[in-house]
């Protein structure tokens, strides 16, 4: 996206103007909107991990709760 410098004659607000209307028919705005809450996969061995952890835990609970601590 280019945008040609302010000229002589031009205001500063209609150059403002023609900036947002470039940045409105690029779709920068709405891509980086899209963008903004996108989460990564993670991966399989971080799934792998995270389900021995809790499967510690768990186990941990249930051995807790036969003892009567919980």
């Known amino acids: 996206m280019l945008i040609k410098p302010k000229t002589q004659k031009e205001t500063s607000q209609s150059l403002v103007y023609r900036f ?3 940045v409105k028919k690029s ?3 709405v891509e980086a909107r899209k963008r903004q809450f996108n ?3 993670p991966s ?3 799934l ?3 389900a021995v952890i809790r499967e510690e835990k768990k ?3 249930l051995k807790n709760k036969k ?3 919980c």
């Open 48 to 50: 792998k991990r995270k």
């Open 67 to 69: 003892l009567g601590k």
């Open 39 to 41: 989460t990564r996969n």
């Open 20 to 22: 947002t209307q470039a």
């Open 27 to 29: 779709g920068i705005l």
């Open 44 to 46: 399989k061995n971080l």
């Open 59 to 61: 186990k941990e609970y």
